[in-house]
């Protein structure tokens, strides 16, 4: 295994301040590292009544940002799960209902495992 330590957290800097999103009314769930994209793809939106051809190269700027910021988390959580060990690495959690015994199931989901 590798010596160096997974650090939390996204490698993008915060561009936008805290004053800067709460003028422009950013909700708290957005302000993230790509809220300096979206105070601009917002402004065009009510600029341009909502129209969904407008502001294409914006959202696709602004979408692009976001998908980098998951992919790097989703990074992030595999180097997590290998430094844990091989089992939760390779192994997806099961449904509590697939552990069930085959009567509680049956209560579960009675047309799908009928016999017959």
Known sequence: MSE???TLGSSKPMIATQQE??????????RDQCAHLLI?????????FFLPWKCESERHTYEKCEYEL??????QMQKIRKEEGGAAAGQRRRHPAYSLPRQRLILFFPLLLRDG
């Open 4 to 6: 160096e330590a997974v």
């Open 40 to 48: 601009p793809l917002n402004k065009c939106r009510s600029a341009e």
């Open 70 to 75: 998951v992919m790097e988390r989703m990074l």
């Open 21 to 30: 999103l709460v003028e422009n009314r950013v909700p708290l769930p957005y």
